[in-house]
């Protein structure tokens, strides 16, 4: 599963990032960490996420200008808010966001919605795996658009 956090306090990303080692321990999920103090790069990118942990108040750009991106990229992301700031509660909810975290992030707490939202993945989530020579790629079902055979060879075409 690939995973996103994205905050500019160093010590919550390292908190978040732990408690996803500690789930991925116990549960045996693996995760696929990538993180970022700031959105700026991920904005122009196109990189695909499964689940993000996003704070709202950064420098440069907002939480919910980085989850509206994500969003375009993959509808499916599971999106996580992390703020100490009540008043984007409402913004955050037209995205469509899976949790609203506080900041300090009560741990129990997290680990619930974590829980939740694997389950939530699971059930309505469906990837298949297929090599390319010598590389795997995960495909949502939902993106493929059709599939088609071309000289004995599967060719699938996805949304992107």
């Given at each position: 599963m690939k995973v996103l956090i994205c905050d500019d306090d160093k010590c919550i990303v390292d908190e978040i990032k732990n408690n996803l080692n500690t789930f991925s321990d116990?549960?045996?999920?693996?995760?696929?960490?990538?993180?970022?103090?700031?959105?700026?790069?991920?904005?122009?990118?196109?990189?695909?996420?499964?689940m993000a942990f996003i704070d709202i108040?950064?420098?440069?750009?907002?939480g919910l200008t980085l989850s509206a991106q994500l969003k375009k990229v993959n509808s499916n992301i599971i999106?996580?808010?992390i703020t100490s700031h009540d008043a984007y509660l409402d913004d955050?909810?037209?995205?469509?966001?899976?949790?609203?975290?506080?900041k300090p992030i009560d741990n129990n707490r997290f680990f619930?919605?974590?829980?939740?939202?694997?389950?939530?993945?699971?059930?309505?989530?469906?990837i298949i795996t297929l090599e390319y020579y010598d590389e795997c790629y995960s495909v949502f079902t939902s993106d493929i658009v059709y599939i088609t055979i071309e000289e004995r060879k599967a060719v699938i075409?996805?949304?992107q």
């Open positions: 116990k549960h045996r999920i693996v995760f696929d960490i990538d993180l970022f103090y700031n959105g700026v790069e991920l904005l122009n990118s196109n990189i695909s996420y499964d108040e950064m420098p440069l750009v907002n999106i996580f808010i955050a909810m037209d995205l469509d966001v899976f949790r609203y975290l506080s619930r919605a974590l829980n939740t939202a694997i389950n939530y993945f699971h059930s309505n989530t469906q075409i996805t949304r």
